[in-house]
């Protein structure tokens, strides 16, 4: 699916369908383990590797993740802490990888641009001493528009200082927008920043195609994505963003041990 499809798909679906349930937490607090956010490796996976996150599994080393972003990091649509995707990826991760020591650093700020975010990897990234920067980026920028070509240069600006500062990075695509004709170079943002990663050989998880994979096949109803035509994120969304990310780092930090976990 092309991130063009992606956009018009969600929009489309949007004012179809109402609020419904989101998933419950089992009776011990943890996030349930199911089918329903599924999604093939093909669609989710990437070929590069992050060698400085994987050395660490493999020496037993503690690994720290810092999950950069802005609303959709930080959790905003969510009804707990607890159901933000950073939260539910250090459980998928436990879960996957247990004997491992893996935290899972929340620094996502609503409202923040690339650049904003680029102002804080010192204080915000780095401090923390990650081996990997989970870096969502680009909604606001295109919302915005503040320029492709700015963008682009600041997410090269960003990933070389975080590479700089000692840790591998994996970008995040931006969400499907509802409504997304209020934003025409929407589709553009998308394909810049798959260029610079490209370019930076910096992998990509593909939220947008996931989540019209997920739509398509009827995994994941709009309406436990969104409430109220708003734009942020809910439960049901963070849990299989948290799960398929999860599920995706697992497979490239221990290939040998997700091989035999359900």
């Known amino acids: 699916m092309t991130h063009t499809r992606s956009i018009r798909f969600f929009g489309a679906c949007l004012a179809l369908l109402a609020l419904a349930g989101q998933p419950a937490l089992a009776t011990d607090g943890r996030l349930p383990v199911d089918a329903t956010c599924s999604v093939p490796e093909p669609l989710r996976g990437f070929a590069a590797d992050l060698p400085l996150a994987r050395a660490a599994i493999a020496d037993g080393q503690k690994l720290t993740i810092v999950a950069l972003g802005s609303s959709s990091t930080l959790g905003a649509g969510a009804s707990s802490e607890e159901r933000s995707y950073p939260t539910v990826l250090r459980k998928e991760l436990a879960r996957l990888l247990p004997g491992h020591e893996i935290d899972v650093v929340n620094a996502g700020v609503g409202g923040n641009s690339a650049h904003q975010m680029y102002q804080r990897i ?18 606001f920028d295109a919302i915005n528009d503040i320029g492709i070509e700015k963008f682009k ?107 035999t976990r359900p």
Not at 188 to 203: C, D, G, K, N, R
């Open 122 to 139: 010192d204080a915000d990234v780095l401090s923390e001493q990650p081996r990997l920067v989970i870096w969502q980026t680009g909604v």
């Open 153 to 259: 240069r600041i997410l090269r600006k960003g990933i070389a200082r975080i590479r700089d500062g000692g840790a591998d990075v994996m970008l995040v695509d931006q969400v499907p927008l509802p409504r997304a004709d209020r934003f025409p170079a929407y589709g553009s943002y998308v394909a810049a920043l798959h260029e610079v990663a490209a370019e930076t050989e910096t992998p990509v998880f593909r939220r947008s195609e996931m989540f019209g994979f997920l739509m398509e096949t009827g995994r994941l109803r709009l309406d436990q994505m969104l409430p109220n035509a708003g734009d942020h994120l809910i439960d049901g969304s963070y849990h299989c963003l948290g799960v398929n990310i999860g599920r995706t780092l697992a497979e490239k930090l221990s290939p040998r041990a997700i091989a």
